[in-house]
C-alpha cells in the first residue's frame, strides 16, 4: 500500500506503477537523505512539534538504516522512490514513531534538498579531478618549457611556441572550470527545505536550524520557487558540458598528433588497442570515447533543458527527470577526467619531430615581418614583402632558414645577416616578452600563478 494510497480506491496500475517509480537509478541518494532527515527530524523535536524523545528514536533508526545500507545489509527494493524507501522501512523497524518523520514536509521540498545535497558533494568530487589533472598538466609543462613545437591557427601551421605553453593553455581552461563549479555550488548551496509542497507549512518549523545542521549557506526565500526549481542542477550540466568541451578538444588534438601523418606523439599501450584485422593498428579509443562522451554530456543538458522549458509553478512530475541526467554526467565527467589524468603522462612525445614541424610551414613569417618594422618599414607594407617571400619559397620549395641573405634582399634591402638568426624558433620564442606568451620566462610565471590557483581554491585543511 502506498503511503499517500487513502485518497484512492483503486490500487495503481502495475505497469504505471514501474513507470513512476525512480528508486532505481534515486536510491544513490540515500545517504543525502538520510542526512536530510535527521536534520529536519532533530529540528521538530527542537521545536516541540514531535516529541523529543520520538525525535532521538527516528534519528538513531535513521543512521541505523544508512548504515545498514551502506554495508548492503539492507537492500534497496520494492519501494516507488528513494524517500518512501527509507520511511517505509523506519515505520518497520519503529511502528507509527517513525510516521512523524514526514510531518512538516513534502517530498517536494525532500528530494529538492536531497539533489542539492547530492550535487554539493558532486561538484567537490569533480573539482577534486580537476585539481589532479591540473597538477598533471603542471608538472609535464615544468618538463618541456623547451621542448618547441609549432603552433596552429585553421589547422595550418601558425608560429612556433613550446610543449609547456601549449599545455598549460588547457591548464587555464580547467582552471576556469574549477571557478564555475565554485560558482555552480554557491548557488546549489541554498537549503529548500521546509517550502513543502508548495506554500511551506503552519508548524512553527526552524528552516535555519536546519541550513546550519546541513552547512548551507542559506535558505530559500520562496517557497514556490525551492520546490519547482533545478536552474542549479541545469547550471551543474553546463558547467559539466563546458568542461567535457575542454576535455574533447585536448583528446582531438592527440588524435591528430598520435597519427602518422603528425607523428608527434606515441600512444602509451595502456591506454590505447588494437584492430580486430589490422595488425599494425594502434587506435586512440580513450581519446575517442572522451571525445564521444562530450555528446552524451551535451544530451543530458538538452534534455533538463527541455523538460523544464514550460513548467508551470510548482512541482511537476516532469522534474522526475532531472536525476538520470545528473547522475550520468557526474559519472561521465568523472571517468573521463580518472582515465585522461592517468594517460596524460603516458605519452613519448617525438620533440625531433616536433621542431621540425615548428621549423617548416613558414612559421617565422610573421617574426620576419616585424623584423622589417624593426628597421623601420611599416608593418602592412612588410606584411606584403614577407608574402612575396613566403610565395617565392614555397615555389621553390625551401623554408625560411633554408635560402640566403642574397635571396632575402631581393625582397627588401632591410633584411640584413642577422635574419638567419631571427628565424631560428628558439630566438623568436625568446623575443616573446609579454605576459601569457611562450617565452621561459613567461610559462614559468603562468605555473607559478596556476600553483598559486590551485592553493586558493583547494585550501588544505589545518
Known sequence: MKMWSGRFKDSLDAKADLFNSSLPFDKRL????????????????????????????????????????????????GAED?????????????????????????????????????LRDAVDSIAGLLKNLIETIIKISNQNLDTIVPAYTHMQKAQPTTLAHYLMAYAEMFMRDVERLAECKNRINIMPLGSCACTSTSYPIDRRNVAKRLDFDGITENSLDAVSDRD?????????????????RFNEEIIYWASDEFGYIELDDKFSTGSSIMPQKKNPDMCELIRGKTGRCYGNLMALLTSMKALPLAYNKDMQEDKEVVFDTEDTVKICLEIFTAM?????????????????????????????????????????????????????????????????KIFSDLFEDDIMQVVKPENILQSRKAPGSPSEKAVKNEIKKAEKFLKTYFVQPE
Not at 542549479?232 to 574533447?248: G, K, P, Q, R, Y
Not at 617548416?360 to 623601420?376: I, P, Q, S
Not at 612575396?388 to 633554408?402: A, F, G, M, P
Open 232 to 248: 542549479f542542477a541545469i547550471e551543474f550540466l553546463s558547467d559539466c558540458a563546458v568542461l567535457m568541451m575542454h576535455l574533447s
Open 344 to 408: 596524460l603522462p603516458s605519452f613519448k612525445y617525438n620533440k625531433e619531430k616536433l621542431r621540425k614541424g615548428a621549423e617548416r610551414g613558414y612559421t617565422a613569417a610573421t617574426e620576419c615581418a616585424d623584423y622589417l618594422v624593426k628597421k623601420g618599414a611599416a608593418f602592412r607594407d612588410a606584411h606584403a614583402v614577407v608574402g612575396r617571400l613566403v610565395r617565392y619559397c614555397s615555389d621553390i620549395d625551401k623554408q625560411l632558414d633554408e635560402i640566403s641573405i642574397d635571396e632575402y
Open 82 to 118: 528513494i524517500h518512501m524507501f527509507i520511511e517505509e522501512e523506519l515505520t518497520k523497524r519503529i511502528g507509527d514513531v517513525g510516521k512523524k518523520l514526514h510531518t512538516a514536509r513534502s517530498r517536494n521540498d525532500q528530494v529538492a534538498l536531497d539533489l542539492r545535497l547530492y
Open 30 to 77: 540515500y545517504k543525502h537523505d538520510i542526512m536530510g532527515s535527521i536534520a529536519h527530524c532533530s529540528m521538530l523535536g527542537e521545536c516541540g512539534i514531535i516529541p523529543q524523545s520520538d525525535a532521538e528514536l527516528i534519528c538513531k533508526t535513521l543512521s541505523d538504516i544508512f548504515y545498514d545500507i551502506k554495508s548492503a545489509k539492507l537492500k534497496v527494493k
